[in-house]
């Protein structure tokens, strides 16, 4: 399974793909950072991510997208502009038909590093290890967006084939039904 893991944010978008299953060692297919000009109209900045994330799918062209799940910060222009950034990943990995799964900070944090209270610097540390890195990812949201990537092989890939047998039950269920 090839994911896309994005730590959505307005001025800073970090990007990880990595390929993996669960069981099998984990290998770090790009990482990066997409960046738009804070002085920038918003609309324009929203646009630049979009073109960002479309060339990142095209290129890599994952199984699913990860994304973290916005939750409510004290800084509601914060929160405003990493909804915004979360969006527009989902928007665009949906035009593609691809599937989106939203992880929560503290899940990917437990996933990773076995703690959802660890801190960032922990987080980098075990993505570095679990990726077999000789260097740690740098900024934060490039680590971030791996270790989303890390979560969803090992515990979204679940979710995803319990999901797809429940749906490929109700289409056998409804489609009898209509007979």
């Known amino acids: 399974m090839r994911v896309l893991g994005i730590d959505p944010g307005l001025t800073r978008c970090g990007v990880g793909v990595v390929d993996g299953s669960v069981g099998r060692p984990l290998t770090m297919v790009h990482v990066g950072v997409y960046r738009t000009p804070a002085d920038l109209d918003i609309a324009k900045r929203l646009h ?88 740690a990812p740098t900024p934060a949201d490039a680590a971030d967006a791996l270790a989303l990537a890390i979560c969803h092989i090992w515990r979204g890939g679940a979710q995803t084939r319990l999901q797809a047998a429940v749906e490929a039950q109700s289409l056998r269920t409804s489609g009898t039904a209509s007979r």
């Open 48 to 135: 630049q991510l979009e073109q960002a994330v479309e060339a990142g799918i095209l290129e890599h062209r994952p199984d699913v997208v990860a994304v973290e799940r916005v939750f409510s910060q004290h800084n509601v222009r914060t929160v405003m502009g990493t909804a915004q950034a979360s969006g527009i990943a989902m928007v665009v990995a949906a035009r593609h038909g691809i599937p989106v799964q939203l992880h929560t900070p503290s899940e990917v944090k437990a996933a990773v590093t076995g703690s959802g209270r660890a801190d960032k610097a922990q987080v980098t540390q075990m993505v570095t290890r679990l990726l077999r890195l000789t260097s």
